[in-house]
């Protein structure tokens, strides 16, 4: 059509959109008349920070001209085209789940929210129909316990979404600056150890999230996990607020009791976890109290700077005592405290409960977890474990933040058969102390932010190491391919953050790594230190192999973990171990 217009009739529609462009754009601009509306609390926030002389940075603009919510109508028709998104809605279609991926892919990552990482049989056998139907034929196992479903051409972007809704699961919010899926304890209601059952509260949050549209559109990106004490770390300290099971014992002035211990300010791949904040929560109010912190950050949060936009940013300017005041005034009372020596130990995590048989709570019972190859798995996996949980299981799919699942409600009796029947997949219930802690994001095969291809890297890392020395405990290894840290580099025992890495004089670079040891969580929680720079990605199983043997020949007691090994050294003393070590 365009080829039959004359040039005077192009300048004038060029003119026309100039102008529509333009008229869209004022509607940006902060205005005299106060905001109303679900919007209004943002729309609020965006126009103090115009009025101290600031600029709303560029996403800022893009929802304050038009919210993702009012588009739909422009995304369907632009699967009827089978058109790409230009930049503004590829940032529009990451509220409903949809992620352009171009270069790296022409098609878009479809993600869900999956509460507790708990689905149904037919839930998850339903996503592997859409995977092959509209997708490549396969999911992914994310580090939040979620699903990502790719390779979704722009004609069946609107098929997939709908066809999720229409399985009763959601991708809602699921990017973009919104509150992503709510992760919980993946062996919820089934732990012999466990404080509280985590899923009710994941649940209640999600559905509340979901039907308050003022909850989307925040300066940034938001998680919030709640970790009920189970065997399976759920690596709330990640988070920007983490709600964290503890016994409240008796003398201490109040009701004793199970609570939710309230940290806040995780963000790792700004090297810092969620600090503890004196804050004890009644599970009943955890709800409510969440709702409070989220209006908080609204309304405080940066809208100039994204670099700075994330609720660590906002704690470290106001500092945690006048944050909580702040929230303390939404809810209209204090929030309760208690002394440390109020709080009973908690039970440790298990690193190897997320793989092979544990007995339930239940009697008689027990869960499966399935080890997964770095998260992913074909439609026909998906499909034969689906099957497997429903003739043997209770049903569940339980997902984990360490990229596998589980397959829980398997009656002792049949535990041989349901292990046979995995295995006869193709799939394995047992891993390696490498493997277990294997976590790798998608790499730049799937994101354009990636500088190294992580999950291949971190298959011939595990390979070479497991055909070379023995471990005999987990190490957790966790590559990432860009500073976004996805994969959580910081926390690993070794991380690997993708770079490329110089050759030559002339400019010439390969795929890389810098790494970082001695991160760790839970009882060993810490952000890792900056070991060696410009590893390239073919060197990288060696240096590991090196530090490795390291660690096993200069230990201090059989049972000190590597974490402790690697604190217990300073940067360069390690570096000359590993130095030794390839000799």
């Not at 291809?453 to 390979?463: N, S």
């Amino acid at each position: 059509m365009a080829g039959d217009f004359t040039a005077e009739q192009k300048r004038y529609l060029e003119g026309f959109a100039s102008g529509f462009q333009a008229s869209r754009a004022q509607r940006a601009l902060p205005t005299k008349e106060k905001p109303t509306g679900p919007d209004a609390s943002h729309f609020a926030a965006q126009d103090r920070a115009v009025a101290s002389g600031d600029a709303l940075n560029e996403q800022e603009k893009i929802k304050r001209e038009e919210h993702p919510f009012d588009a739909y109508a422009r995304l369907v028709a632009q699967a009827k085209r089978n058109e790409p998104p230009k930049p503004a809605d590829n940032f529009r279609w990451r509220y409903y789940g949809l992620f352009y991926v171009a270069p790296t892919q022409s098609s878009y990552m479809c993600r869900l929210r999956i509460p507790n990482g708990v689905l149904t049989h037919w839930q998850f056998a339903g996503l592997a129909d859409l995977a092959d139907s509209h997708g490549g034929g396969y999911l992914h196992v994310t580090t939040r316990a979620n699903l990502q479903i790719r390779e979704i051409e722009p004609k069946s972007a609107v098929a997939m979404i709908e066809g999720v809704q229409s399985l009763g699961l959601w991708t809602r919010g699921s990017g973009a600056d919104n509150i992503r899926n709510i992760t919980g304890t993946p062996t919820a209601g089934i732990d012999p150890q466990e404080l509280i059952d985590t899923r009710p509260f994941a649940r209640a949050l999600h559905f509340h999230i979901l039907n308050d549209r003022s909850l989307f559109g925040l300066p940034r990106k938001f998680n919030i996990a709640f970790d009920g004490g189970g065997r399976i770390a759920v690596l709330e300290e990640t988070n920007d607020v983490a709600f964290q099971a503890v016994e409240i014992r008796d003398e201490h002035g109040i009701a004793p009791g199970v609570y939710f211990r309230l940290a806040l300010g995780g963000i790792t791949g700004h090297k810092d976890l969620a600090r503890d904040t004196g804050v004890i929560v009644a599970p009943d109010e955890a709800i409510e109290i969440a709702d409070a912190i989220l209006c908080v950050f609204i309304e405080t949060g940066d809208r100039t700077n994204r670099a700075r936009a994330r609720l660590k940013y906002v704690l470290d300017q106001l500092g945690f005592d006048r944050f909580l005041t702040l929230v303390e005034d939404k809810l209209g009372r204090p929030l309760l405290r208690a002394p440390q020596d109020a709080i009973a130990p908690r039970p440790g995590f298990d690193r190897l409960a997320h793989i092979g048989v544990h007995a339930q709570s239940d009697a008689q019972k027990s869960w499966i977890g399935v080890a997964l190859k770095l998260g992913r798995l074909s439609s026909d996996e998906t499909r034969g474990l689906a099957t497997i949980a429903r003739e043997l299981g209770d049903g569940d799919i339980r997902l984990t933040v360490w990229q596998n699942l589980l397959i829980s409600g398997i009656a002792d009796a049949r535990v041989e058969e349901a292990l046979a029947r995995i295995e006869a997949l193709g799939l394995s219930t047992k891993a390696s102390p490498l493997r277990v802690g294997l976590v790798a994001c998608t790499g730049n095969a799937g994101c354009r932010f990636a500088a190294s291809d992580t999950k291949r890297h971190a298959d011939e890392i595990a390979t070479h190491c497991e055909e070379r020395i023995e471990i005999d405990t987990p190490i957790n290894i966790h590559l990432t391919g860009c500073r976004h840290s996805c994969a959580q580099h910081y926390i690993g025992d070794i991380g690997l953050v993708g770079a490329r890495v110089p050759i030559n004089e002339e400019g010439d670079t390969v795929e890389g790594y810098n790494m970082v040891v001695g991160g760790g969580f839970g009882a060993e929680g810490a952000i890792g230190r900056e070991l060696l720079e410009n590893v390239a990605a073919a060197d990288a199983p060696r240096k590991i192999e090196s530090l490795l043997r390291a660690y096993l020949a200069h230990r201090a007691k059989g049972e000190e973990s590597f974490a402790a090994f690697t604190r217990r050294h300073d940067i360069e003393a390690l570096r000359r171990l590993i130095a030794e070590a390839e000799q």
